[in-house]
């Protein structure tokens, strides 16, 4: 092929490739300056640092909209509420793999600190993180290795919390009622309907009779749902054994 039909290859090519045509067209003349070739490799591994940004960007815009609200179901020595990070977890892990997510955490310890970095990696390549040091919670009668993982689990709920821009609520009754207005995410919504269909359960009747004022699954409150998801499932069970039942009885 003659110079002038790579070159006109290479600019049919779209963008995110043509870097690499040129590189390549480069790589194949042996009288390029090899400190030339250095900075074309430099300049396509901005450009590909430039794209997995874009990804990453576009997909946590995406994927904030279906993070859900975490409920406090934790409560510490003092009776305050968190949201414990198994919780959090079970919410957030489904979306964040949806969206070619991940979520890491990395703790460091020196002189009775530790430092706990969360990173969140994209699979286009880009990654975010934040950190959050804290002194070892030796409160009450924790021994050196509990305070250390006290303050690691501490360190990584707060870290997800703040690289998520997660929202946590509390109960009602310490949270003015403000509980009352969140409503599952869209995740959480599939996730009953299909209950709804593997239950055999009527859509209208089951909202009917088990969530007052609510005429559509995405308006079930937040606080409802694992108690709904439980009578689902229960249902569901109950079914099973019935029919195990029957089929012992032919």
Do not use: W
């Not at 209208?204 to 749902?225: A, H």
């Amino acid at each position: 092929m003659s110079k002038n039909n790579k070159i006109a290859e290479i600019q049919a090519q779209p963008q995110t490739n043509t870097m690499l045509a040129i590189i390549e067209v480069a790589a194949s003349n042996k009288d390029v300056d090899p400190d030339k070739m250095q900075k074309l490799l430099d300049m396509q591994l901005v450009i590909m640092d430039r794209q997995a940004a874009i990804e990453y960007n576009s997909a946590f815009a995406e994927m904030q909209t279906q993070l859900p609200t975490i409920l406090a179901k934790g409560e510490g020595h003092n009776k305050s509420k968190f949201a414990k990070k198994e919780d959090m977890n079970r919410a957030v892990n489904p979306i964040l793999a949806k969206y070619g997510f991940s979520l890491s955490f990395s703790n460091t310890q020196k002189d009775g600190f530790i430092t706990t970095k969360a990173t969140l990696r994209h699979r286009g390549g880009h990654c975010e993180y934040t950190e959050m040091t804290l002194k070892d919670d030796s409160s009450g009668s924790k021994n050196v290795v509990q305070a250390t993982g006290s303050s690691q689990s501490y360190g990584e709920r707060y870290t997800m919390k703040s690289i998520l821009n997660l929202t946590i609520i509390k109960d009602p009754s310490d949270d003015d009622g403000a509980a009352h207005t969140v409503t599952i995410s869209d995740m959480e919504a599939g996730n009953i309907e299909e209950l709804l269909i593997n239950s055999g359960s009527n859509k209208d009747s089951f909202l009917r009779v088990y969530i007052s004022g609510v005429d559509n699954v995405k308006q079930i409150p937040l606080l409802d749902y694992n108690r709904i998801v439980a009578l689902l499932e229960a249902k569901i069970t109950q079914n099973a054994k019935k029919k195990e039942a029957q089929n012992a009885d032919s």
